[in-house]
């Protein structure tokens, strides 16, 4: 495929699918979109780290720039150009910083647009502790989870009529003529979003988690939901969730309504137990009892907010990772946004672009290199060289800025690798 404004690197090679796998070359074409606000500043650097893991273990990834947010403005007088959506699609792998969702702009946000596009429909986010890092809970080394989000529907779907307008009011009257609810909804100009949730959505997110916690030699599966309020929907979620578990995967996987007492107790070796939670209860869940959770899997909605709570637990959003993932796709990206009240300042954490970094290297396949990316990242902090968020929670330690810990990291792969 040609392109107007991205430079294809003429001298790597493409990761391309084989026999229904990723084929990674050594040195691959990687697609980076730096994104809006502190984007700019992070992303360079988590080029620069996993650029130098990658040479560390004997390959060199080709990184390529895409544009989406005020870069594409400037560029293509386009939020989100085509090109950048079939970059992604062409080199199937990449890393992207946060873009800026302007809040009841009438600007559908750029991140869920690219999601949907490229149908990357898990949204996993590890949630783990770093030695070192400061935390406003006792026992921080008790989280170590993965949060599976679904990522294509829920109420981010962006089925939405702003209030007033044409479609909202042709929506009321459908709701209270057509279907009956006639005495809901207030009078007056009324806002209205639709939360779909598929069978087919719920189940492949389901089983992306289950998929995973075998894998990884997991222990649960937590389906989180509001199914006791939104039966038709997050109690959809938790049914097909559990038809996954019951259905697809015979003795490997039991669940623990059922087949725990049947069995009495017994499990057999290597299962993962899947269970269920309604999200309120999670959140307190998480506090207190922390060590119980392992795999999550849940709606849209309830990821977000759980992420970035769980993220808070360990350290706050400056160094909690995330990626998205279809079928042989990956995009890995912060939890966190643009922050623009830091932006241009060189001073934010870039340790969560870097350990979404990590994320991309383990898909492709190269786990030294992840490990390599994560010793230099967990020896940098235990060294207490740290950027402000984490430097005003110690006492003592250096306080650095985003590229001179970014600098910092590459010293330190080159010191855990020798
Ligand atoms: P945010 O950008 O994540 O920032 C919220 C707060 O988190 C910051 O004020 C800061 O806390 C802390 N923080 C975030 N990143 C940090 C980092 N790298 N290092 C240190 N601290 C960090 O959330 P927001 O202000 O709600 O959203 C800003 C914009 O980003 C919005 O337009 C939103 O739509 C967008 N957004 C994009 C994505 C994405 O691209 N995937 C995700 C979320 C939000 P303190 O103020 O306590 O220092």
Not at 67 to 75: C, L, N, P, V, W
Not at 153 to 173: H, L, M, T
Not at 264 to 270: A, C, F, T, V
Not at 398 to 417: P, R, Y
Request: proline share 5%; with cysteine.
């Amino acid at each position: 495929m040609s392109y107007d404004h991205i430079d294809v690197p003429s001298d790597g090679a493409p990761i391309e699918v084989e026999n229904g796998a990723l084929s990674v070359p050594e040195d691959p074409i990687v697609p980076i979109l730096y994104g809006d606000g502190i984007g700019k500043e992070v992303a360079p650097v988590a080029e620069s780290v996993i650029g130098k893991a990658a040479e560390a273990t004997g390959r060199d990834i080709r990184w390529m720039r895409v544009y989406a947010g005020e870069s594409a403005r400037e560029i293509y007088d386009a939020n989100l150009p085509d090109e950048t959506l079939d970059a992604f699609r062409e080199f199937r792998i990449g890393i992207k910083g946060p873009l800026t969702t302007p809040v009841g702009a009438g600007f559908r946000s750029l991140n869920v647009a690219i999601r949907q596009s490229l149908d990357l429909y898990a949204n996993v986010r590890p949630t783990y502790y770093i030695n070192g890092v400061p935390s406003p809970v006792k026992r921080p080394e008790q989280m170590d989870m993965v949060v599976f989000r679904e990522n294509t529907e829920d109420v981010y779907s962006g089925i939405e009529w702003e209030p007033g307008s044409e479609g909202s009011e042709q929506v009321r009257d459908f709701i209270e003529e057509e279907m009956g609810y006639d005495d809901i909804l207030h009078e007056g100009d009324i806002g209205i979003g639709i939360k779909p949730m598929s069978e087919f959505a719920s189940k492949r997110l389901v089983r992306e988690a289950i998929d995973y916690a075998l894998e990884k030699d997991r222990d649960t599966v937590t389906l989180v939901h509001k199914g006791n309020i939104m039966k038709y929907t997050e109690g959809a979620f938790r049914d097909w969730g559990y038809e996954v578990a019951n259905e697809e995967y015979g003795d490997e996987v039991i669940t623990e309504d059922t087949l725990w007492e049947e069995r009495d107790g017994e499990l057999p070796e290597d299962a993962v137990v899947v269970n269920d939670r309604i999200a309120d209860n999670m959140l307190q869940q998480l506090l207190i009892n922390t060590e119980h959770y392992d795999v999550l899997a849940m709606p849209n909605l309830n990821g977000d907010y759980l992420s970035d709570s769980s993220g808070a637990q360990i350290g706050g959003l400056g160094i909690a990772p995330g990626a998205n993932f279809g079928d042989n796709r990956c995009i890995a990206e912060p939890v966190h946004g643009s922050a623009p009240k830091y932006a241009g300042q060189d001073k934010v954490n870039p340790t969560a672009i870097i350990l979404s970094g990590r994320l991309m290297l383990e898909y492709m396949g190269w786990d030294d290199a992840a490990d390599l990316v994560y010793q230099a990242v967990e020896k940098t902090i235990e060294e207490g060289q740290v950027t402000f968020d984490l430097y005003r929670q110690i006492e003592g330690g250096e306080k650095l800025s985003t590229s001179e810990f970014g600098e910092a990291v590459v010293d330190n792969i080159e010191a855990v690798n020798e």
